[in-house]
């Protein structure tokens, strides 16, 4: 099985795609490639230790055996997660079993190399202790119900951010998103109010446990003041004296507890700078820092991410800033982060209907519920991924894709498109549905003669194709809108000229982007992009699965519009033989007129010299999606671009076809 492309596995495996040439050599060395069918054991509970495990692809069940020898299931691992470590540091026999949902493939480290490795590359071994700190449990407490557990802090450098309100809805999208257990400890100095119960409805009845006269800290003593109601959120309210800093140790001890009956831990911290909210900071794998976009809140906030960063040495991969735009924007994004000195991780739009605090359950259509679901799926590795492929006209198909996907309440986390994918792409994410989608298209290209009204040809130095009419009509439907104007995650790939490198853009004007994706080589001339000339996206990734992969996409489904290898020789061919063909019903020749602009139709054999290249590429990276849609193009040219609402059409029964599989990947 090695004869897999193992430096381009390791590369998307996220674990292992920082690494050095040297350190990934090490990997390559020391790992193996192994496929495990469907339903196969990979280990057993009780067995010695034997390996690490990386999922390349396929799914793993992790599972106990409950009282009754009964398989219990803890957790469902996806591509890029990795298990079997806890008994290799350890050296304890496995403390769950572990299983094959389908078709696997697993990167292998046998339990001889696995030191050899660490201690070659020592940041990996960084990685990995922060995993296992979610992973191991107190095993005296009771039976492990929990595989990974995940503890976040909501912090803010004032009060009044928004926080609270963050961290209920948070709460409600993970439970909803991810059906896992989900707690909020609430906490404050005494006496002050906690709010958070008022908020899920329960107003009075309940007890505020007081960690200065809490002596024996367990999970029966923690009953007592348990909130539960049917959000699916359970939360702790809990009072600390100020003044009294064991508290500190207190809250720590309760943390260690909860982690082994709830996936994911929520601390809800008072905005109080002092080294005791630090400490219990310090507990979390990630924190969330609420600020505003106006300049005094931003610079409050990097101060504090400097204290953090520089007194307190935490990392800039645990600190993730939200702007809560509940206060008018001041600052465009740029100068936002020009002002913080720190990226900024996701923005949650201005609640419009305040009528409730609980927006995940009872407003779920508004913008601020859309923003934290997507922070949830990416917490809950359960993002979905849509990858959109090249195709020119048959890129249209994706027009249909979008129409079921919209029909079916189908979660769209993040899009990733190359060259006709990207045009789909970006206006659809810019706020379009599908059906306005397909009317411009339809609008535009009403007859084969139109499609020559959007090609401004030139003397072929870099390419027959100037592109400028293209521009002008996206620009039409797009105008000045910036990636930082869309809500939804998108990406554009596109091709480095010079470095034939792949260049995953995010930023800058959506037109430019897609323009760059855009430009097929030979056909269009090379795109300037903030002075790099870039080509079309399908050079290097006409199925961009693999961008998707990288950017934590955990469940993805690829589009792919490009025919078969066999299917563009066989139709080329035909074309190529059938002189005598009639002409077109509207009374043009797609290929008469091409034979008289060029004596040889370069431009048709260009496009299908890269459609077979693609085609290949396309097949690969296809291996890495979860669902896979191509459409059946039969009979329909790349240059039909009058043709849309029949490409449409293709495209939306395809996605009909794989609804039912679509549905089942997106909700394990």
């Known amino acids: 099985m090695d004869t897999i492309n193992k430096d381009a596995i390791l590369k998307d495996l996220p674990l292992f795609a920082s690494l050095t040439e040297q350190e990934n050599q090490i990997i390559r060395d020391k790992s193996v490639l192994v496929p495990y069918q469907k339903g196969q054991v990979i280990y057993q509970e009780g067995a010695p230790p034997d390996a690490f495990y990386c999922i390349v692809f396929g799914r793993v069940i992790i599972y106990s055996k409950n009282a009754n020898s009964d398989d219990v299931p803890l957790e469902y691992l996806h591509r890029g997660k990795y298990f079997g470590i806890i008994s290799l540091i350890t050296g304890e026999p496995h403390s769950v079993s572990a299983k094959a949902m389908n078709d696997c493939m697993l990167l292998v480290i046998r339990r001889e190399d696995f030191n050899f490795v660490l201690q070659s590359v020592p940041r990996l071994a960084i990685d990995l202790s922060s995993t296992l700190s979610r992973r191991l449990k107190n095993k005296d407490i009771h039976q492990k119900t929990i595989f990974e557990s995940t503890v976040i802090s909501v912090f803010s450098s004032y009060s009044q951010s928004g926080k609270t309100v963050y961290a209920l809805n948070l709460a409600l999208s993970l439970s909803s998103q991810t059906h896992k257990k989900v707690v909020i400890l609430d906490v404050c100095p005494a006496p002050k109010m906690h709010t958070l119960p008022a908020r899920l409805g329960i107003s009075e009845g309940y007890k505020v446990c007081d960690l200065s006269v809490l002596k024996n800290i367990s999970s029966g003593a923690l009953d007592e003041f348990l909130l539960k109601d049917n959000t699916g959120v359970d939360v702790i309210c809990f009072w600390y004296e100020p003044g009294d800093q064991s508290w500190v140790k207190k809250i720590v001890e309760v943390i260690s507890i909860v982690v082994n009956d709830y996936h994911y831990v929520m601390l809800d911290l008072p905005s109080v700078m002092d080294w005791s909210i630090i400490a219990v900071l310090n507990q979390s794998e990630f924190i969330h820092i609420l600020t505003s976009p106006q300049e005094q809140d931003l610079i409050r906030t990097r101060e504090l991410i400097g204290r953090l960063k520089n007194e307190f040495n935490f990392q800039d991969s645990k600190i993730n800033v939200l702007v809560n735009e509940y206060k008018l924007a001041q600052l465009s994004t740029k100068q936002q982060i020009a002002l913080l000195g720190h990226s900024i991780y996701a923005t949650l739009p201005k609640i419009e209907q305040a009528l409730t605090d609980r927006q995940i359950l009872e407003n779920p259509d508004s913008e601020y519920s859309r923003a934290v679901r997507r922070i949830s799926r990416q917490l809950g590795d359960c993002l979905v991924g849509l990858a959109l ?33 990207a045009v789909i792409a970006g206006l659809w994410a810019s706020g379009m549905k599908s059906g306005d989608i397909l009317k411009i298209i339809t609008a535009e290209f009403k007859e084969p003669k139109d499609v020559w009204g959007k090609v401004d040809f030139t003397f072929p130095f870099s390419g027959f194709i100037r592109g400028n009419k293209l521009y002008n009509f996206l620009k039409k439907q797009l105008g000045t809108k910036t990636f930082r104007d869309i809500k939804l995650p998108l990406k554009i790939v596109a091709s480095d000229v010079r470095s034939k490198e792949q260049r995953i853009i995010d930023d800058g004007l959506l037109v430019d982007a897609i323009m760059a994706s855009c430009s097929m080589p030979g056909v269009f001339m090379p795109f300037k992009f903030k002075g790099e000339f ?30 078969s290898k066999e299917d563009v020789i066989n139709e080329f061919e035909a074309a190529t033989k059938d002189t005598n063909k009639p002409k077109n019903p509207k009374g043009f020749s797609i290929k008469s007129f091409l034979k008289e602009k060029f004596r040889f139709n370069i431009i048709d054999i260009i496009f299908s010299s890269v459609e077979v290249m693609q085609s290949e590429l396309a097949r690969k990276e296809s291996r890495l999606a979860d669902v896979v849609l191509h459409p059946d193009t039969k009979g329909l040219h790349w240059l039909e671009l009058y043709r849309a609402e029949e490409f449409a059409k293709r495209g939306e029964e395809e996605a009909r076809k794989h609804i039912n599989r679509i549905k089942q990947v997106i909700s394990e």
């Open 389 to 421: 492929g090249v195709g020119f006209a048959y890129g249209f198909c994706h027009i249909g894709i979008f129409k079921v996907l919209e029909e079916e309440n189908i979660p769209i986390d993040i899009i990733v498109g190359s060259s006709i994918g």
């Open 534 to 563: 870039l080509l079309d996206g399908g050079i290097i990734h006409p199925l961009p699965v693999e961008p998707l992969v990288y950017l934590g996409a955990k469940k993805i489904i690829a589009v792919n519009v490009t025919p």
